[in-house]
């Protein structure tokens, strides 16, 4: 089955920096990828996702970036502000052609801005 | 309503009691999905709905977890002879449609088991 692997588990940078987190996953027929932020003691808000016709997408200060071949992709932050600081989770999953849409999500890295 | 709604927030139980949890998708949601998010872990998939029909139920961790969704909307969770092991916060999810987008959460429902 699939497996959703996330590194850092904790990533700690200085306000207007930029923050990178990483995600790999093993099933080849995973094809939509979200990222959610969670504060503490919140639920998980989506804050961006990508399908795998598509090798990146930006949103403002937040972007992700697929690489299929590796079987890896990854959140880019800019220009972090003290709101940023939250945990933040990846996600994969492999849609209706495996079968099932259920969701594996990495085990989060705790980003802390510095002010 | 204006988003998932999951009752009770918190609940203690002793061990061996019986509990039952509650989620209010977002209404004319199709999908419905239940995690489990142990403290400091990631959510971890339990079983997900596609209206009434359960599609999807290989992550429940024992014949102890049930979930039921009878009438494509309100589902529950129930955790039988609960274990501390159980202890974790509940979250449920809803998604308009069948094809993979984004989930709604709820604010998940804390079980402490005694």
């Known amino acids: 089955g699939e497996n959703v692997e996330q590194h850092p588990s904790t990533l700690s940078v200085q306000e207007g920096d930029s923050a990178v987190i990483k995600c790999t996953y093993s099933d080849s027929a995973s094809n939509y990828f979200p990222w959610y932020k969670q504060e503490l003691g919140k639920r998980p808000q989506l804050i961006i996702d990508i399908r795998s016709n598509v090798g990146e997408k930006k949103d403002q200060r937040i972007a992700v970036t697929l690489n299929k071949t590796a079987k890896h992709f990854s959140l880019h932050i800019t220009e972090t502000q003290p709101e940023d600081s939250a945990v933040y989770f990846c996600a994969a999953t492999p849609g209706i052609s495996s079968g099932t849409y259920k969701y594996i999500f990495g085990t989060g890295t705790r980003l802390k801005v510095l002010a | 309503g204006a988003g998932v709604s999951q009752s009770p927030r918190y609940k203690v139980a002793k061990r061996g009691q019986d509990v039952a949890l509650r989620c209010d998708p977002i209404s004319g949601h199709v999908s419905l999905f239940w995690y489990q998010q142990a403290l400091g872990q990631g959510p971890e998939f339990l079983t997900y709905f596609q209206n009434e029909a359960q599609l999807d139920k290989s992550g429940l961790p024992s014949d102890r977890f049930f979930a039921e969704r009878p009438e494509g909307s309100v589902s529950t969770l129930k955790i039988q002879r609960t274990q501390q092991e159980d202890s974790a916060v509940y979250l449920c999810?809803?998604?308009?449609?069948?094809?993979?987008?984004?989930?709604?959460f709820g604010e998940g429902s804390r079980l402490t088991v005694l």
């Open positions: 999810a809803s998604s308009p449609n069948l094809r993979a987008g984004e989930l709604f």
